[in-house]
């Protein structure tokens, strides 16, 4: 090599002088117009954006995003220079305007800033910190912040993380998923911005989750994260306030629908798993409408899951158990536990048919048992209780549909109120995953004092804090320190007086999934079994001791989610064996995998869980 053309190779701090020189005034990539004089780049996709000389973000034009392998790798929408001062402002006047009048959320907003910023600089140090104090910081780049960052994103938006893929980009996906830099993925999660947590339909924004979902994964099951895509599937947006906003950074148009929305998401499974045919797919976040059929749709074909549907059930059935523990009864006793669920969406419906399972199998696992558990259920959406009398029933909901002639006997009728139904039932539990927040009003929670049990259990579950169905406050106040109380996103345990605490447990899906995905990677079980989930859920029930649960703890302590998840991700293991599923992982066969025991599987997971350490490195010429 010569001397000059090793000094322009494209790393070297010397060629960037020369190609920033070469660019001065005139064309710095910021003020780029017609006529004048290019800029020499000596690299291409991720390495433009991450060099802030180079990187134009949202301004990369379509055909520049295509001759520098950029498609994919930014939202759709091309800002011109000017819209990206214009979102830049936004954002600086609203946290300005926020810090004079000072509402609550704007702390949260600027910690996940700051950890954001980390996020972009180095990893390893962000996950050191996010690891090290995660019960602190998992309220920022999860569930309740991560929220506001989806709501505020096209405001946040600096550097682009994770890929997108839009309708726009129908022909192209099997080219563009090369255009991510890791030869190696692991864990994708994807979303199509439908139903960000009870938020609604956030569009293009949606990306936010899967970034928080991720964050977990690294943080709670070592997932590698140069082995991590969040992935954002833009079919466009039916949120009115998006399609109107000049700065959204999404398709402006409503969104796919049917058969030409499916071939969008089949086009991108094939894709990924085309160039990953290891990697396991988290569907997040997707409307109801396309949860339950993509579920069903890709489920024996590809390694995934459904996040809302299935690791929420699987959540909810180990707060159920131990609710039924903390009345100082055997687990067994849960298919005798009424159960009113408000909310039957993709994480209601996902509860009562995994809960419904759950029961058959300790009643006998045969058709009647299935049958029976039925009758402990009663749905409540929007439209008040479901029953047979439901015109244009969803069939999703249609087995839970209570029969005429018993809601008649039980003075109740199509449509009855929650706080009717609650009334009448004295349900053991009260389940919200409704979306509204203070569902569960002061009548709603006066009505469950008839409880025909000694410890009602409420579960809040709808995030984020604003749409919780009711506060650990209100419950407690309400329903004396003996009420279960678990919210979907952290909330303070209450002082009760004269010492005593009512505890606020969290209930959400961050106890799982992470467990879920690690144990089908490191089993390689082809799909994720019904087994292998409520394997992971019956682990989730165990782990709780029972001097807890009978002080009302049901779930551990977030501080200890790295422990929870090695367990879960080995419980998953050993079913996934069981099944005759796992094919192993790296250097560990599936014959292997069948002589380890439980302590060796423990130890597997231990050891292939990713830490935050710099690693040493080397130098190595091209
Ligand atoms: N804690 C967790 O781990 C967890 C997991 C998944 C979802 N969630 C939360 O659950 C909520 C719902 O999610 P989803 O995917 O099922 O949403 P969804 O939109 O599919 O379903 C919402 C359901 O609530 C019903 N509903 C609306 N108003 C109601 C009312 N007044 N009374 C009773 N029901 C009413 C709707 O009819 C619908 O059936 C969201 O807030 C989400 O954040 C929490
Ligand atoms: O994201 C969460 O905090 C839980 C759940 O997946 C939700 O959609 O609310
Ligand atoms: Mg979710």
Same mark, same amino acid.
């Given at each position: ?44 996709? $991720? ?64 910690? +996940? ?66 255009? +991510? ?99 396991? *797919? ?34 909810? $059935? ?59 259920? +009663? ?6 209780? $479901? ?56 009548? *709603? ?12 259990? *409420? ?150 869980? +990713?830490?935050? *350490? ?9």
């Amino acid at each position: 090599m010569t001397l000059s053309s090793s000094l322009l190779r494209r790393s070297s701090p010397i060629h960037r002088l020369i190609s920033a020189a070469s660019v001065a005034g005139s064309s710095r990539p910021f003020t780029t117009s017609e006529g004048s004089r290019p800029s020499i780049v000596h690299k291409r996709s $991720i390495d433009i954006l991450h060099d802030p000389w180079f990187n134009k973000g949202t301004a990369f034009s379509m055909t520049e995003r295509d001759r520098l392998d950029l498609r994919g790798l930014l939202p759709p929408t091309v800002m011109s220079p000017q819209q990206q001062i214009d979102r830049f402002m936004v954002d600086l006047k609203r946290l300005e305007h926020h810090a004079r009048d000072g509402p609550s959320d704007t702390n949260a907003l600027a910690k +996940w800033r700051i950890l954001n910023r980390c996020h972009d600089r180095n990893e390893t140090l962000y996950y050191k910190v996010l690891i090290d104090n995660i019960e602190e910081y998992a309220p920022i780049v999860y569930t309740p912040t991560v929220g506001l960052v989806c709501q505020n994103y096209s405001g946040l938006f600096r550097r682009p993380r994770g890929m997108y893929f839009s309708a726009e980009d129908r022909g192209e996906m099997m080219s563009m998923v090369y255009n +991510w830099p890791a030869e190696q993925v692991d864990m994708i999660v994807v979303t199509d911005g439908s139903r960000i947590l009870g938020l609604g339909d956030l569009g293009v924004q949606g990306i936010g989750i899967a970034i928080g979902k991720l964050d977990l994964y690294v943080a709670a099951a070592g997932i590698n994260p140069q082995r991590v895509l969040p992935v954002m599937i833009d079919v466009g947006t039916n949120n009115e306030k998006l399609l109107k906003d000049p700065l959204y950074l999404g398709l402006q148009e409503h969104r796919l629908d049917g058969e030409a929305y499916l071939s969008v998401i089949d086009e991108f499974m094939e894709a990924v798993f085309t160039r990953w045919p290891h990697v396991i *797919v988290q569907f997040e976040d997707f409307q109801s409408k396309w949860a339950f059929k993509l579920l069903e749709r890709y489920r024996n074909t590809y390694r995934m899951f459904n996040d809302d549907v299935q690791g929420t059930a699987g959540v909810a $059935i180990a707060g159920l158990l131990g609710a039924v523990r903390a009345q100082g009864r055997p687990m067994i006793d849960f298919p005798k536990q009424k159960i009113v669920v408000a909310g039957a969406g993709s994480a209601g419906l996902g509860v009562v048919n995994a809960a419904r399972k759950t029961m058959a199998r300790m009643l006998g696992n045969n058709e009647s048992a299935f049958e029976s558990a039925r009758s402990q259920f +009663w749905l409540v959406d929007a439209k008040g209780l $479901i029953t047979e009398e439901r015109p244009n029933i969803d069939p999703n909901a249609l087995p839970f549909a209570r029969k005429l002639r018993d809601v008649e006997h039980q003075g109740l009728r199509e449509g009855a109120s929650l706080v009717e139904v609650v009334n009448k039932v004295k349900p053991d539990v009260l389940l919200g995953l409704s979306a509204v927040g203070g569902l569960f009003s002061k009548e *709603v929670l006066e009505a469950l004092k008839g409880s025909s049990s000694t410890r009602p259990a *409420v579960f809040a579950m709808s995030n984020p804090t604003k749409n919780a169905e009711c506060t650990p406050e209100e419950a407690f106040s309400i329903l004396g320190e003996h009420v279960i109380f678990a919210s979907g996103s952290p909330c303070s345990d209450v002082n009760l007086g004269d010492g005593k605490i009512g505890h606020c447990n969290q209930g959400n899906n961050m106890y799982l999934f992470p467990g879920i995905g690690l144990g089908t990677l490191l089993s390689g079980a082809r799909v994720v079994s019904d087994g292998m989930l409520q394997a992971a859920a019956e682990c989730l029930a165990a782990y709780m001791k029972e001097e807890e649960v009978l002080k009302g703890f049901i779930y551990p302590s977030i501080s200890s989610i790295r422990d929870i998840t090695k367990e879960v991700a080995a419980a998953v293991i050993q079913e996934a064996v069981a099944e005759d599923l796992a094919e192993g992982y790296r250097d560990m066969d599936a014959r292997e995998l069948q002589r380890l025991d439980k302590e060796e599987t423990l130890e597997y997971v231990k050891n292939n869980m +990713w830490n935050p *350490v710099y690693p040493t490195l080397v130098y190595k010429k091209d």
